[in-house]
């Protein structure tokens, strides 16, 4: 089969395994009582959805290994290990991250309060997870210190900086799309626009066919597409940091298989405005001495507070990721 038909394959192939995993998951969750605590200042109509199912992130990067080893396999193959090399490190990178997730949640079960590993602690590992990744790249996949650069149509030589950007940016991206994981259906969305955005550029863009990009971003596709089916509002099951901290370390290791990892800057720039927000309303109300920028951070409850409906946030969030990877494309 032609690599498109591989690809429609692992999407289709993901988001049916993940639908009948979550099928049978969100009962177990239920009956042992592995609901979602809400925080305490977040707002007030959130509590509602306290007890609500989490972790349910384990379906998808269940499915996810379950494909991506056929996939290896098939490629494997066909093409020699160093075609599926890309594919078989960015996988790991987003399972180990996932388990660091999986960590957090099951300490915040453990408390009965919606904070688990502390700040450090959960950033510490993902700096320690994205510094093996670029490692791997590097010593697995034959990736330089050269970084492309979107529109300018070149390339610039980092040296030893790339390495500690690469980490930044990895684990940058990785926090955002965590946070951005605050409403019903937002972060399920946002990463199905931005694994279709990635599966284009792997098949369609004027670079060569990447076969490991191309599968990894369809698992992508159908893990966020198999797991909207319940995560929807009103959701029936949350991912949990299990799932968010998988999504954001496969979206972001998808940019560095295609040898454009700036590229995330802008396809996901929704994610790191959520960091952004977060980061600015901190600084403002230390420097204002108690005044607040935004009526809540990260952003999409500054929304929320204004006055819009979750469905409406999601809507607005997507389109515009939608139209950053549009514009994205041109920079590819």
């Known amino acids: 089969m032609n690599l498109l038909t591989l690809s429609a394959v692992c999407a289709v192939a993901t988001f049916v395994i993940t639908f009948l995993i979550l099928r049978k998951l969100i009962p177990v969750l239920k009956s042992k009582k592995m609901g979602q605590p809400i925080l305490e200042i977040g707002p007030r109509w959130h509590k509602n959805k306290e007890g609500t199912p989490t972790m349910g992130g384990a379906s998808f990067i269940a499915a996810s290994v379950a494909v991506g080893v056929f996939a290896c396999v098939y490629l494997g193959i066909k093409g020699g ?34 904070e688990g590993l502390k700040a450090w602690q959960k950033l510490a590992l993902q700096i320690i997870c994205a510094a093996l990744y670029v490692a791997g790249l590097a010593l697995f996949c034959g990736h330089t210190t050269e970084v492309y650069i979107p ?59 990447n076969p490991s990009l191309a599968v990894m971003a369809s698992l992508i596709i159908g893990s966020a597409a198999g797991f909207l089916m319940y995560n929807f509002y009103p959701a029936r099951v949350f991912m949990g940091d299990t799932g968010s901290l998988y999504f954001g370390a496969v979206v972001c290791g998808c940019a560095f298989i295609l040898g454009n990892p700036l590229i995330i800057v802008i396809a996901g720039l929704v994610y790191i405005l959520e960091t952004v927000s977060v980061i600015l309303q901190v600084a403002y109300f230390k420097l ?30 997507t389109l515009t990721t939608a139209a950053l990877c549009a514009a994205a494309w041109f920079g590819l």
């Not at 996988?91 to 453990?110: E, H, N």
């Open 288 to 317: 204002t001495h108690g005044k607040r920028l935004f009526k809540m951070a990260p952003i999409h409850h500054h929304f929320e507070k204004c006055g819009f409906s979750e469905i409406k946030i999601v809507v607005l969030f």
């Open 81 to 114: 290990i160093k075609t599926v090399a890309p594919l078989i490190l960015t996988l790991t990178y987003g399972v180990i991250c996932g388990l660091t997730g999986m960590i957090d949640d099951m300490a915040k079960l453990r408390k009965r309060q919606n």
């Open 151 to 209: 529109f300018a149509g070149k390339t610039v030589d980092f040296g030893i900086w790339y390495y500690i950007l690469a980490v930044i940016l990895l684990a940058g991206v990785d926090n955002s799309v965590n946070l951005n994981d605050g409403i019903d259906g937002l972060c399920s969305s946002i990463t199905l626009v931005v694994g279709i955005f990635f599966c284009a550029a792997a098949l369609f863009s004027s670079r060569a066919e």
